[in-house]
C-alpha cells in the first residue's frame, strides 16, 4: 500500500502541485508565526515594570504574545481548510476514473480511503518541512509590524526550535485532513462505476446525502447560535463595555465561518439571481449558464476569496466603528498569513479547474461560437465569480456591522459611512483582476491544442 501511494504521488505529481503550494504557504505562515513567538516570550520575560492597571508588564506581555500567535495561527488554519477543502477535492476528483480502476481490480473502499487519506498526509508533510524552511522570511517580515502593535518588544529576534517542525507539521496536517477528509470518503463511497464514469454523486445513498445536510445544518446551527450569544453579551454589557468589546470580535469572525459553511447552498442562488440580469450578447448567457451547471467549481473559486473580503469586514470594520485599534499595518500583521494563504488558493483553484474550462470551450468552439465569444464567456465567468465573492462579503459586513453599531454606539444612520468601503473596493478590484487574468491566462496556457485533442484529453 505504501509503495502504490509514494509511486502514484511521483507519477502525478503535477495533480498535487497546486495542493502542495498551500501547504507550503501555510507551512511558512506558521513556522514563522512560531518563531516570533518564542522571540516574543523571551523577550516578554526580560520586561520590567507594571501597566497602568497594576499588572507587571512582563505577564502581560506573556499574556499579549500567546493570545496574538494562536490567533494568527486559528485564521491561517480557516483560510488553509477552506482552500484545501477546494483544492484536495479537485485533485481527488481529477483521478477519480483511477481510483475506479484500482476499486475495480479489488481494492476494498476502506483501503481507498486510507490511501488518499495517505496522499494527502505525505502531501501535507512535504509541505510543512518545506515551510519550516521558509518560516524564517516570513517572520523577519512579520516581526517589525508585531512591534509597531506592541504585542513584541524593541529589539526582538525570531527564533526557532526544532520542536516547530512537529508543531508545524500537525497544524498543516490537521488543515489538509479537515479539507480533504470529504472528497476522499466521498471517493470510497462512489460505485466502480460511477468512479470509471466520472461521477460520484450518483454512488452516494440518499441517506449519505441527508446526513451530509444535517451535518453542515447543525454546524451552522452552532455558528448562528454563537453569533447570537455574542449580541445577547453585547446587548447586556452595553456599548462601550469591555464584555461588549470581546463579544463582538469574536462573534464577528463566527459570522464569517457560518457564510463560508454555507456558500455551497448560497453561491448558487446568488448565481440564479445574476443570471436575471439583462445583459445582451451569448456570452453572458453561456457564462451564467456554466457557472450555475458547475456550481461545484463555482463554489471552490468563490470560497478563498470570500475570505478575503469577510477578513476585510471582520477587522477593518470594526476599526472604522471604534472597536479595537487596526489600521492597515496592524490588519497586514494579524490577518496578513491568513490573507496570503486565501489569496494563493484562489488562484490555486483556477489553474486546478483550467482542463475542465478549456474543455467547455473546445464544445463551444465545435458548436460554432467564435474564439472571442468563447474568451469572453470565459471572462464574464470570472467576473461573476468575483460579483459573486463581494456580495457574501458585503452579507458578512452586514452580519458583524450588526454586533459592531450597538458595541460603539454609533447610530444606525451614521453606520453606512464608518463602513471600509475603500478596502472592499480594493479588495473587489484585486479579487476581479485575479479572477478574470487567472482564467484568461490558464486559456491561453492551452491554445496549442486542437479542439479534438482537448475533447479526448482527462482533466
Same mark, same amino acid.
Given at each position: ?172 496536517a490537521g488543515s489538509v485532513l479537515l479539507g480533504g477528509w470529504g472528497p476522499a470518503r466521498r471517493a470510497a463511497r462512489a460505485t466502480e462505476t460511477d468512479l470509471l464514469r466520472g461521477t460520484e454523486e450518483r454512488g452516494r445513498s440518499r441517506l449519505g446525502r ?5 451535518? =453542515?445544518?447543525?454546524? &451552522? *446551527?452552532?455558528? %448562528? $447560535? !454563537?453569533?447570537?450569544? @455574542?449580541? #445577547?453579551?453585547?446587548? +447586556? ?120 474550462? =478549456?474543455?467547455?470551450? &473546445? *464544445?463551444?468552439? %465545435? $458548436? !460554432?461560437?467564435?474564439? @472571442?465569444? #468563447?474568451?469572453?464567456? +470565459? ?81
Amino acid at each position: 500500500m505504501l509503495r502504490l501511494l509514494l509511486a502514484d504521488l511521483r507519477h502525478h505529481a503535477g495533480t498535487w502541485a497546486w495542493t502542495c503550494v498551500i501547504t507550503l504557504v501555510a507551512g511558512a505562515c506558521v513556522s514563522g508565526q512560531l518563531r516570533i513567538l518564542h522571540g516574543a516570550l523571551d523577550s516578554a520575560a526580560k520586561a520590567t515594570g507594571v501597566t497602568p492597571q497594576g499588572v507587571p508588564r512582563s505577564t502581560d506581555m506573556l499574556h499579549a504574545a500567546r493570545l496574538m500567535s494562536g490567533f494568527i495561527i486559528a485564521l491561517v488554519v480557516l483560510a488553509a481548510a477552506a482552500v484545501l477543502a477546494s483544492t484536495a477535492g479537485l485533485a481527488l476528483t481529477q483521478r477519480r476514473r483511477d481510483h475506479g480502476l484500482w476499486r475495480a481490480l479489488g481494492m476494498r473502499p476502506g483501503s481507498l480511503r486510507a490511501l488518499l487519506l495517505g496522499q494527502l498526509v505525505a502531501v501535507a508533510a512535504l509541505g510543512s518541512l518545506v515551510g519550516s524552511l521558509a518560516g524564517r522570511p516570513v517572520s523577519a517580515l512579520m516581526m517589525p509590524l508585531l512591534i509597531e502593535q506592541d504585542v513584541a518588544m524593541p529589539g526582538t529576534v525570531a527564533r526557532w526550535e526544532p520542536a516547530d517542525l512537529a508543531w508545524t507539521a500537525l497544524v498543516v496536517a490537521g488543515s489538509v485532513l479537515l479539507g480533504g477528509w470529504g472528497p476522499a470518503r466521498r471517493a470510497a463511497r462512489a460505485t466502480e462505476t460511477d468512479l470509471l464514469r466520472g461521477t460520484e454523486e450518483r454512488g452516494r445513498s440518499r441517506l449519505g446525502r441527508t446526513l451530509g445536510v444535517l451535518g =453542515r445544518l447543525a454546524v &451552522a *446551527l452552532g455558528l %448562528a $447560535a !454563537g453569533f447570537i450569544a @455574542a449580541a #445577547v453579551n453585547i446587548h +447586556q454589557g452595553g456599548a462601550g463595555s469591555e464584555q461588549a468589546a470581546e463579544a463582538a470580535p469574536l462573534g464577528a469572525l463566527g459570522a464569517l465561518v457560518l457564510v463560508c459553511v454555507l456558500t455551497a447552498w448560497l453561491v448558487p442562488v446568488v448565481l440564479r439571481a445574476l443570471a436575471l440580469v439583462p445583459v445582451p450578447g451569448p456570452a453572458w448567457l453561456v457564462a451564467t449558464r456554466t457557472a450555475m451547471l458547475e456550481s461545484r467549481r463555482s463554489t471552490a473559486t468563490v470560497l478563498p476569496f470570500l475570505v478575503a473580503f469577510g477578513l476585510v469586514a471582520v477587522a477593518l470594520g470594526g476599526a472604522r466603528m471604534g472597536v479595537g485599534r487596526i489600521n492597515t499595518d496592524s490588519f497586514l500583521a494579524v490577518f496578513g498569513p491568513a490573507l496570503v494563504t486565501a489569496w494563493i488558493g484562489g488562484v490555486a483553484v483556477i489553474a486546478m479547474s483550467a482542463g475542465r474550462r =478549456r474543455r467547455d470551450a &473546445a *464544445l463551444l468552439a %465545435a $458548436a !460554432g461560437a467564435p474564439t @472571442a465569444q #468563447v474568451r469572453g464567456a +470565459q471572462v464574464l465567468e470570472g467576473v461573476l465569480h468575483a460579483v459573486v465573492a463581494c456580495l457574501l462579503g458585503i452579507v458578512v459586513c452586514a452580519l458583524s456591522t450588526a454586533l459592531y453599531a450597538p458595541t460603539s454606539g454609533i447610530a444606525w444612520a451614521d453606520v453606512p459611512g464608518r463602513l471600509p468601503w475603500t478596502e472592499f473596493g480594493v479588495t473587489g478590484a484585486l479579487t476581479l483582476a485575479t479572477t478574470c487574468a487567472a482564467v484568461v491566462v490558464s486559456a491561453w496556457a492551452g491554445r496549442s491544442a486542437s479542439v479534438a485533442t482537448v475533447l479526448r484529453a482527462r482533466d
